[in-house]
């Protein structure tokens, strides 16, 4: 057996295991009842811990410093050994003590934060952050940085990434989206009530399946069930299981969640499955999974074209709300632009504010020029700063999302790069597929996903996000993109 067949029988077996506890946690979230918990917890916590000890064992450090030298590799191979490399020496920089403190914070963090956000009371929660705040600092130094500590953070959900990069983005964002919203906020508002009517919820369901199939999620390598917060996993390419969450009285959360949810499980359908467990056959970064699911959502899900194909269906469903609504009502409606306090349910460009605070937050938090007992004040300030709206409480403020509580520094940027992402791509995918408009009005999504499988899935993580963005574009990420599809979309809908 040659090096890299011993390499790749290791790294199968990590991911047998890692996908293994994706089963329970997909079962966790969808079907466990409620006594299922306590030995669950157990269970993940036994799975995860045998896949650490795999993932740092000497026999593959060794297999994999013989590897790096050896010229015989092709090119993928080679990639891959750097990648599993670079994990490898990431994973072996924790000590076990370290490892052990940091998920004993976390869980105490987590409910203090569930705590803390039902009471509306920062307070209980505080201490749990700070602590958790020092415990990331450390981590930090111990995964080392050349410029900015969080940029080691960054690296873990967006591999490369780098605050100075980000600042000059999010700058941009300051300095273009804050003034072409106000111009939207100075215009009449559009009607959405008719969103808010009853809807069936079984109709609801039938009809989310149908534009899963449409984009090309494929049911037998995966299928859809309910949870309270939507979310896509997967157990290998060839089976990517999505959830969706269906509310009566509000018929966005099933669309969008469907398309969304179905954006991302095209990506990890579309991976090679030869490739399994390797870095060739996972996604690049969350930053670029967010792309996929934004690009559905928005740049197609969103569009006028899209619905030209699906509003007659979804009118014949639901006659009694939409009888005397047109294609062009609908579309207003789910493009509303309206600065709101809630990240999750903001609209596709006061979303990025929402971003942009916890972005600046988190920095300054990291590099210590902010101390957690100024955080509700300092939110609060941003809020008004940014959204020009008031924060009435910090349960609708700073305690309204779980990332924090798990320790997830670092992530929130990726939701702000995959639109952006998104963005240029599609504007590429238009020049590619210059019929894509109506090829998308008659309901045909395959020319796009065929685009998107041939230019960023099928190689997995063989580039970095940077790479794959000059390769598909001529040019690293550039928030014009952004801009110049949302002035074009945003002033016919406000007639600016
Ligand atoms: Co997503």
Same mark, same amino acid.
């Given at each position: 057996?040659?090096?890299?067949?011993?390499?790749? #029988?290791?790294?199968?077996?990590?991911?047998?295991?890692?996908?293994?506890?994706?089963?329970?946690?997909?079962?966790?979230?969808?079907?466990?009842?409620?006594?299922?918990?306590? !030995?669950?917890?157990?269970?993940?916590?036994?799975?995860?811990?045998?896949?650490?000890?795999?993932?740092?064992?000497?026999?593959?450090?060794?297999?994999?410093?013989?590897?790096?030298?050896?010229?015989?590799?092709?090119?993928?191979?080679?990639? /891959?050994?750097?990648?599993?490399?670079?994990?490898?020496?990431?994973?072996? %920089?924790?000590?076990?003590?370290?490892?052990?403190?940091?998920?004993?914070?976390?869980?105490?963090?987590?409910?203090?934060?569930?705590?803390?956000?039902?009471?509306?009371?920062?307070?209980? !929660?505080?201490?749990?952050?700070?602590?958790?705040?020092?415990?990331?600092?450390? #981590? =930090? =130094?111990?995964?080392?940085?050349?410029?900015?500590?969080?940029?080691?953070?960054?690296?873990?959900?967006?591999?490369?990434? @780098?605050?100075?990069?980000?600042?000059?983005?999010?700058? *941009?964002?300051?300095?273009?989206?804050?003034?072409?919203?106000?111009?939207?906020?100075?215009?009449?508002?559009?009607?959405?009530?008719?969103?808010?009517?009853?809807?069936?919820?079984? %109709?609801?369901?039938?009809?989310?399946?149908?534009?899963?199939?449409?984009?090309?999620?494929?049911?037998?390598?995966?299928?859809?069930?309910?949870?309270?917060?939507?979310?896509?996993?997967? !157990?290998?390419?060839?089976?990517?299981?999505?959830?969706?969450?269906?509310?009566?009285?509000?018929? /966005?959360?099933?669309?969008?969640? =469907?398309?969304?949810?179905?954006?991302?499980?095209?990506?990890?359908? $579309?991976?090679?499955?030869?490739?399994?467990?390797?870095?060739?056959?996972?996604?690049?970064?969350? $930053?670029?999974?967010?792309?996929?699911?934004? &690009?559905?959502?928005? /740049?197609?899900?969103?569009? &006028?074209?899209?619905?030209?194909?699906?509003?007659?269906?979804?009118?014949?469903?639901?006659?009694?709300?939409?009888?005397?609504?047109?294609?062009?009502?609908?579309? %207003?409606?789910?493009?509303?632009?309206?600065?709101?306090?809630?990240?999750?349910?903001?609209?596709? &460009?006061?979303?990025?504010?929402?971003?942009?605070?916890?972005?600046?937050?988190?920095?300054?938090?990291?590099?210590?020029?902010? #101390?957690?007992? *100024?955080?509700?004040?300092?939110? /609060?300030?941003?809020?008004?700063?940014?959204?020009?709206?008031?924060?009435?409480?910090?349960?609708?403020?700073?305690?309204?999302?779980?990332?924090?509580?798990?320790?997830?520094?670092?992530?929130?940027?990726?939701?702000?790069?995959?639109?952006?992402?998104?963005?240029?791509?599609?504007?590429?995918?238009?020049?590619?597929?210059?019929?894509?408009?109506?090829?998308?009005?008659?309901?045909?999504?395959?020319?796009?996903?065929?685009?998107?499988?041939?230019?960023?899935? @099928?190689?997995?993580?063989?580039?970095?996000?940077?790479?794959? =963005?000059?390769?598909?574009?001529?040019?690293?990420?550039?928030? @014009?993109?952004?801009?110049?599809?949302?002035?074009?979309?945003?002033?016919? &809908?406000?007639?600016?």
């Amino acid at each position: 057996m040659t090096n890299y067949s011993k390499y790749k #029988e290791l790294l199968r077996k990590i991911a047998d295991v890692q996908y293994a506890s994706a089963v329970l946690n997909w079962d966790q979230e969808t079907y466990m009842p409620p006594k299922g918990a306590e !030995f669950r917890a157990q269970q993940l916590s036994t799975l995860a811990g045998i896949a650490h000890e795999l993932s740092t064992t000497e026999e593959l450090g060794e297999l994999l410093e013989h590897l790096k030298n050896e010229d015989s590799l092709t090119e993928k191979e080679k990639r /891959n050994v750097k990648e599993s490399l670079k994990k490898y020496k990431d994973n072996k %920089k924790y000590t076990t003590e370290f490892v052990q403190q940091l998920s004993k914070t976390i869980s105490e963090a987590f409910q203090s934060w569930q705590k803390a956000k039902s009471e509306n009371n920062f307070s209980i !929660f505080a201490p749990y952050l700070e602590k958790l705040v020092k415990l990331k600092r450390d #981590e =930090c =130094c111990l995964l080392g940085f050349q410029t900015h500590p969080y940029d080691a953070l960054l690296d873990q959900y967006e591999p490369e990434a @780098k605050t100075a990069d980000l600042e000059v983005l999010f700058a *941009d964002v300051r300095s273009q989206l804050v003034d072409f919203v106000k111009q939207i906020a100075a215009k009449p508002q559009n009607q959405e009530s008719f969103m808010f009517a009853h809807y069936n919820i079984q %109709k609801q369901w039938d009809f989310g399946m149908n534009l899963l199939k449409q984009m090309g999620y494929d049911f037998d390598a995966g299928r859809q069930d309910i949870s309270s917060h939507p979310f896509t996993t997967n !157990f290998s390419s060839e089976d990517v299981r999505v959830t969706t969450r269906i509310k009566e009285n509000d018929l /966005n959360e099933m669309i969008w969640s =469907c398309i969304h949810e179905g954006g991302h499980a095209l990506y990890e359908q $579309g991976l090679p499955a030869s490739e399994y467990g390797l870095p060739s056959g996972e996604y690049i970064s969350l $930053g670029i999974h967010e792309s996929q699911s934004r &690009l559905w959502e928005n /740049n197609v899900g969103r569009g &006028l074209s899209f619905w030209k194909a699906n509003y007659k269906k979804l009118n014949e469903t639901f006659p009694e709300n939409l009888k005397s609504v047109s294609v062009n009502d609908f579309y %207003k409606a789910m493009n509303i632009v309206k600065p709101s306090l809630i990240r999750t349910s903001a609209d596709e &460009l006061t979303y990025h504010f929402h971003v942009l605070i916890r972005f600046e937050i988190e920095k300054a938090l990291i590099e210590g020029s902010l #101390e957690v007992k *100024d955080l509700p004040g300092y939110w /609060n300030k941003k809020y008004k700063e940014y959204l020009g709206i008031d924060v009435p409480s910090d349960a609708q403020g700073v305690l309204q999302d779980i990332h924090w509580s798990h320790g997830s520094f670092g992530y929130f940027p990726t939701y702000s790069l995959g639109s952006f992402y998104a963005a240029q791509f599609y504007a590429f995918a238009k020049k590619d597929i210059p019929n894509l408009e109506s090829e998308i009005e008659n309901g045909n999504m395959s020319p796009l996903l065929d685009w998107l499988r041939l230019k960023v899935h @099928k190689y997995g993580k063989f580039n970095t996000a940077k790479d794959l =963005c000059i390769i598909i574009t001529g040019e690293k990420l550039n928030f @014009k993109y952004f801009m110049d599809y949302a002035k074009i979309k945003y002033s016919k &809908l406000y007639d600016l």
